[in-house]
C-alpha cells in the first residue's frame, strides 16, 4: 500500500507498518510528526513532518517596527526567550553601531545563562517523563521554577520576557536580586548532584541511555547538529567561545564534551553545562558593575541601509538571525531566523535508522527540540 | 418467616453451599473493589509525596473521595467504541479482564477457614488464572484496531512468556517446602517457629524465590519497570489506548486487582498468611469472653486485618519502585528474565529439592 505523506510516497509492504507518531503523543515535544515505517518495534525509516505550529513570524515581522518585533521573537523557542531577545537586539545593534553599556551587558548574560540553566533543566524534566521517571520530572521542574522566580525578578515575567531592548535591557536589577540568585544557585547546584547520581547509578537507565543512537563527530558536523548535541559528539565548538558575542570573552569557562556521542553523552552535556552556566553567572553577579542599563537610541529607530547577520548560543544550539534593512523605514525588509532545534531535527531520521520505538524516543527526546523554534 | 428461611437453607447441604458462595463472592468482589479505590488513592499520595507535591486534597478529608469523584467522572463519560474496533471483542475484553483478576480471590483464604473454595490444587488453580490475564489485554489490543494498542498487546503477549516461568518456579519452590498445593496448607506451616522465637515464614527458608517471585509479580502486574504493555510516554496508553467510560475503569480496576492480587499471594505464601508472633495469645484471651460465632467473627477480623495490613505494606514497595525506577529497555527485559532470572529459580528449586531429600 502506498501513502502520501507530504508529498512524499511512502510504501507499506507486506510485514512492515506506518506508524504515524504525533502531532499529538505524549513524547513527541509539542506538535512534532514522526511518521514511522516500523518492522514489528523497529524503525526502518523516520519522516519528521513538520508546520503545526506555523505562525509565519518571519512574515509578520516584515510588518512590524524594530522594537515591535521582540515580543515576536519570544514565542518562537518559548523555552530560551532570552536567547532569542538577544540574538535580535544584537543584530539591530551592529547595524546601527549602537554601544550597550557595560551594565546592561552584564544583565543580558545574566538573563541570557539564567535561561540556559531553565532550558537545560526543562530538558532533563521531559527526558526523565520519556523514560518512565515522573520524578525526576517533577525534580526538574522544580528546580526551574527557582529559575523562574529569578527571571521574574529580573523582567516581570516568567515565560515571555521581552527582555532586551535594542540598546540594552528592560529594568535594572536590585541587591535583593543578587542575593537571591546566589542562594537560588547554590540549591541548583547541590541538586545536580542528585541528577548525576540517578543516572550514573542506575543500571536500568544506564543500560538504555549509553550506546543508544550514537554519532561520531564527523558524522555530527556533516549532519550539522548543533549545541549541546554537537558537543556531546566531541566536537568543541560554542559560538559563546568561537565567535563571542557581548563579552562572553572576559568570563571564565569550559566548553562541555562528550566522546562518546550517544544518548548519555547528550543529558550528560547538558548537565554539566547547567554547571558552567552557573560559574558564569556567579562571576557576573560579582562583577556587575553600576550605570546606565540602556544606550541612547533615537525614538524611531530606522537602521541604515545594509545587512547583518548575529549569532548566539542558545540552548539548543547557534541561534542566528540575517536581518536586512533597506534604510528606509522603520520596518525590516526582510528577517530570517536560522534556528538551532531545526537543524537537529533535520538531522534526526539519519542517525536513527533501525531502532526500537523505546529507543527512539528517547533519543528524539535527547535532541531536545521545541517546535516552536522549528516552525516559527 | 426469616428464621423459617434460613432454617430451611441451612438444612439443604445444596442450598447452603449456594449462599455461602452468593455471600462470600459478593464479600471478595467488594473486598476487591474498595482495595482499588483506596489503593488509587494511596498511589496518588505516595506518588506525590515522592514528587515533592501533596496529591488530591481537595475530595474530602486528605483527598479520601478522590477515587469516587473519579468513578462519578468515569461513568458519566460516553462509552465510545471506535467505527473500525471489532464490536464484540472490544465489548468483551474489559470483563474478561475484570472476571479474570477477581477470580483467583475465590481460592485464597481471607482468614483462617474463610474462604470460597477450599481446592486441595488452589496454587495450581491460582497461577493458571493468572496466567489468562494476558487474554483480555491481547483481545483489547486486537479489536481497538489502533497501532499502538496492537504494539502494546505484542508486548504484553512477548513478556507474557519471559516473567510466566520464573514466577511458576518461584511458587514451586514454596510448594517443595510446605509439601502441599493446599493455600491453607502453606500458611499453617508458616504458624510455627524455628528455635521457638522466628517464625517460620517462608521468607527466610526461601529468599531466593521471593525474590524471583517479586521481580516476577512486578511484570505480572505490568508496572514500572516493566510496564511495556503500557508504557504511556510510547504507546500512549498501550492496549486501553482506545477505552473510555466504564470499560476503561474496568481494565484500571483489573489492574489495580492484580496488584492487590499479587501481593496478596506473595504474604500468603512467603510472609505467614495471618500469622504474626503474639496473635495466638490475643485470640486464645479473647475466646474466654466471646463464644462461638460471635469469636470467629472476630478472629476473622483480625486475621483478615492483618493480611491486608501486610499486603499493604508489601504494594507501598511496589509504589516506591514504580516512582523511583525508570523503564527498563525493551529488549533487556527478555534477556534479563531468561538469563538471570530463570536460572537463578532453577537453582532455587534445586538446593530447596535437595535440602528437603535431606531434611524431610
Known amino acids: 500500500m502506498k501513502y502520501n505523506i507530504e508529498g512524499l ?55 512590524r517596527t524594530y522594537p515591535q518585533i521582540i515580543p515576536i521573537t519570544d514565542r518562537m523557542d518559548y523555552l530560551s526567550a532570552m536567547n532569542n531577545n538577544l540574538v535580535y537586539c544584537l ?112 543500571e536500568i537507565l544506564l543500560d538504555r541511555l549509553q550506546g543508544v543512537a550514537k554519532v561520531s563527530a564527523k558524522e555530527a558536523i556533516n549532519l ?118 531545526f537543524a537537529n531535527l533535520a538531522a534526526f531520521p539519519h542517525f536513527n535508522k533501525n531502532l526500537l520505538i523505546p529507543d527512539l524516543l528517547l533519543s528524539f527526546a535527547s535532541i531536545d527540540i521545541v517546535m516552536g523554534d522549528i516552525d516559527r | 418467616m426469616v428464621a423459617e428461611l434460613v432454617d430451611y437453607i441451612m438444612s439443604n447441604k445444596i442450598l447452603l453451599g449456594i449462599s455461602k458462595g452468593v455471600v462470600v463472592g459478593l464479600f471478595i468482589i467488594l473486598y476487591a473493589s474498595l482495595m482499588v479505590l483506596f489503593l488509587t488513592w494511596v498511589e496518588r499520595k505516595v506518588a506525590a509525596r515522592i514528587h515533592v507535591r501533596y496529591g488530591p486534597n ?28 471489532d464490536r464484540l471483542i472490544f465489548t468483551l475484553a474489559p470483563v474478561f479482564a ?16 474463610l474462604i470460597l473454595a477450599d481446592l486441595n490444587v488452589a496454587l495450581l488453580y491460582i497461577i493458571a488464572l493468572a496466567s489468562l490475564s494476558i487474554i483480555p489485554v491481547i483481545m483489547a489490543g486486537w479489536a481497538s484496531n489502533n497501532k499502538y494498542s496492537l504494539l502494546g498487546a505484542m508486548r504484553a503477549a512477548a513478556l507474557n512468556l519471559s516473567y510466566e516461568i520464573p514466577l511458576v518456579l518461584s511458587i514451586m519452590g514454596v510448594v517443595l517446602v510446605v509439601g502441599s498445593l493446599n493455600v491453607f496448607d502453606i500458611v499453617k506451616y508458616q504458624t510455627e517457629y524455628i528455635f521457638g522465637i522466628i517464625p517460620k515464614w517462608i521468607i527466610i527458608l526461601q529468599p531466593l524465590g521471593f525474590f524471583v517471585f517479586f521481580v516476577a509479580s512486578i ?25 473510555s467510560g466504564m470499560k476503561f475503569a474496568m481494565l484500571l480496576f483489573a489492574e489495580y486487582i492484580h496488584m492487590v492480587f499479587g501481593s496478596m499471594l506473595a504474604v500468603l505464601l512467603f510472609f505467614g498468611g495471618w500469622h504474626l508472633p503474639g496473635l495466638g495469645y490475643v485470640l486464645s484471651f479473647l475466646e474466654n469472653f466471646l463464644s462461638g460465632f460471635a469469636y470467629t467473627v472476630v478472629k476473622w477480623a483480625i486475621q483478615f486485618g492483618v493480611i491486608v495490613a501486610k499486603a499493604l505494606a508489601i504494594m507501598f514497595v511496589l509504589m516506591w519502585i514504580r516512582m523511583t525506577l525508570p523503564r527498563a529497555r525493551l529488549h533487556s527485559i527478555p534477556t534479563f528474565y531468561w538469563k538471570y532470572l530463570l536460572p537463578l529459580a532453577l537453582i532455587n528449586l534445586g538446593i530447596t529439592a535437595v535440602a528437603v531429600a535431606v531434611v524431610g
Open chain 1, 224 to 341: 550539522g547538529l548543533t549545541g549541546p548535541n554537537l558537543r556531546a559528539s566531541g566536537v568543541a565548538y560554542d559560538i559563546r567561545k568561537v565567535d563571542p558575542y557581548c563579552i562572553y570573552d572576559r568570563f571564565d569557562f569550559d566548553i562541555v564534551t562528550r566522546k562518546e556521542g550517544d544518548v548519555y553523552a547528550r543529558v550528560m552535556v547538558r548537565i554539566d553545562e547547567i554547571k558552567e552556566s552557573i560559574r558564569i553567572v556567579r562571576q557576573a553577579l560579582r562583577e556587575l558593575p553600576d550605570g546606565e542599563i540602556r544606550a541612547k537610541v533615537p525614538k524611531v529607530i530606522k537602521p541604515p541601509a545594509g545587512e547583518v547577520y548575529a549569532r548566539v548560543e542558545s540552548p539548543r544550539g547557534e541561534l542566528a538571525v540575517y536581518l536586512i534593512s533597506d534604510g528606509k523605514s522603520d520596518k525590516p525588509y526582510r528577517i530570517k531566523f536560522r534556528t538551532p532545534a
Open chain 1, 91 to 202: 543584530a539591530v545593534e551592529e547595524l546601527m553601531g549602537i554601544e550597550v553599556p557595560e551594565r546592561a551587558n552584564y544583565l543580558r548574560i545574566i538573563a541570557a545563562e539564567l535561561q540556559r540553566i531553565a532550558s537545560h533543566l526543562i530538558f532533563i524534566a521531559t527526558f526523565g517523563a520519556d523514560f518512565g521517571s515522573w520524578t525526576i520530572m517533577m525534580y526538574g521542574f522544580r528546580e526551574r521554577e527557582m529559575v523562574l522566580d529569578l527571571l521574574e525578578e529580573m523582567s516581570g515575567a516568567r515565560f515571555l520576557y521581552s527582555y532586551m531592548r535594542i540598546g540594552g535591557v528592560k529594568r535594572d536589577v536590585s541587591e535583593k536580586f543578587v542575593e537571591q540568585c546566589k542562594k537560588t544557585l547554590n540549591i541548583i547546584e547541590k541538586r545536580l548532584v542528585d541528577y548525576e547520581n540517578y543516572i550514573n547509578e542506575n
Open chain 1, 9 to 63: 510516497e511512502v510504501e507499506e509492504k507486506d510485514g512492515e507498518m506506518i506508524l504515524n507518531m504525533g502531532p499529538h503523543h505524549p513524547s513527541t515535544h509539542g506538535v512534532c510528526r514522526l511518521v514511522l515505517k516500523l518492522e514489528g518495534e523497529r524503525a526502518k525509516e523516520i519522516i519528521p513532518v513538520i508546520g503545526y505550529l506555523h505562525r509565519g513570524v518571519e512574515k509578520i515581522c516584515e510588518n
Open chain 2, 219 to 243: 511484570a505480572e502486574m505490568s508496572r514500572i519497570p516493566f510496564d511495556m504493555p503500557e508504557s504511556e510516554s510510547e504507546l500512549i496508553a498501550g492496549f486501553h489506548t482506545e477505552y
Open chain 2, 58 to 85: 481537595r475530595t474530602g478529608p486528605y483527598g479520601l473521595l478522590q477515587p469516587l469523584a473519579d468513578g462519578a467522572k468515569l461513568i458519566q463519560k460516553e462509552d465510545i467504541i471506535p467505527y473500525a474496533a
Open chain 2, 98 to 113: 475484570f472476571a479474570f483478576a477477581v477470580l483467583p480471590f475465590a481460592a485464597m483464604p481471607l482468614a483462617d477457614g
